[in-house]
């Protein structure tokens, strides 16, 4: 979950590319350079996995006014991360955990299951951050309105992007 309160530092946040498709079908990549107790983070093997033009075009422009930032892999140590989780996970994954495993930043994803169990095992409990702790922490702040986020809810359920709940009214309140 993203904190209530910016930071006096900024934490960092590497982002696989679920949650940046997930912004980007709602043109809210934005929220990335709003939510200022973060710097985001996003490694290119994750940007690869961003299919479609016109979310690649958001990917773009999000990462030329610095809401986004790239990451590259700096050591051999990180190389040799990805190398032994590359078999189980996607590339853009890959990339993600070990860059966050080798420098304990933040991951951004929604994936569940395995991934989310390797995060938890490599990087520890509390570092996975995805869109619905976004879009929350966007209601709290007031860059979003409640019925925005709930519209943008109900865009990405089209999407087959599903949350376990009816309105950010309930959860805005609750976490």
Same mark, same amino acid.
């Given at each position: 979950?993203?904190? *209530?309160?910016?930071?006096?530092?900024?934490?960092? $946040?590497?982002?696989? $590319?679920?949650?940046?498709?997930?912004?980007?079908?709602?043109?809210?990549?934005?929220?990335?350079?709003?939510?200022? *107790?973060?710097?985001?983070? @996003?490694?290119? +093997?994750?940007?690869?996995? @961003?299919?479609?033009?016109?979310?690649? =075009?958001?990917? /773009?422009?999000? #990462?030329?006014?610095?809401?986004? /930032? =790239? $990451?590259?892999?700096?050591?051999?140590?990180?190389?040799?991360?990805?190398?032994?989780?590359?078999?189980?996970?996607?590339?853009?994954?890959?990339?993600?955990?070990?860059?966050?495993?080798?420098?304990?930043?933040?991951? @951004?994803?929604?994936?569940?299951?395995?991934? !989310?169990?390797?995060?938890?095992?490599?990087?520890?409990?509390? /570092?996975?951050?995805?869109?619905? $702790?976004?879009?929350?922490?966007?209601? /709290?702040?007031?860059? #979003?309105?409640?019925?925005? !986020? *709930?519209?943008?809810?109900?865009?990405?359920?089209?999407? =087959?992007?599903?949350? =376990?709940?009816?309105?950010? +009214?309930?959860?805005?309140? +609750?976490?």
């Amino acid at each position: 979950m993203v904190p *209530d309160k910016p930071a006096q530092r900024q934490a960092h $946040a590497i982002c696989d $590319a679920c949650v940046l498709i997930n912004l980007a079908l709602i043109n809210e990549l934005r929220l990335l350079g709003a939510l200022d *107790d973060f710097r985001f983070f @996003v490694p290119q +093997a994750a940007v690869d996995e @961003v299919l479609h033009e016109s979310q690649r =075009k958001e990917v /773009r422009i999000a #990462l030329e006014k610095q809401w986004l /930032r =790239k $990451a590259t892999l700096d050591s051999e140590n990180e190389d040799i991360l990805v190398q032994e989780l590359r078999p189980l996970y996607g590339a853009g994954e890959s990339a993600c955990l070990a860059i966050a495993q080798a420098r304990q930043w933040h991951v @951004v994803t929604d994936e569940s299951g395995a991934l !989310a169990a390797e995060i938890v095992r490599r990087v520890g409990p509390g /570092r996975q951050i995805g869109t619905v $702790a976004i879009l929350v922490q966007a209601v /709290r702040r007031k860059l #979003l309105s409640v019925n925005q !986020a *709930d519209a943008h809810k109900a865009k990405l359920e089209v999407h =087959k992007f599903t949350m =376990k709940f009816r309105s950010f +009214a309930e959860v805005q309140q +609750a976490e």
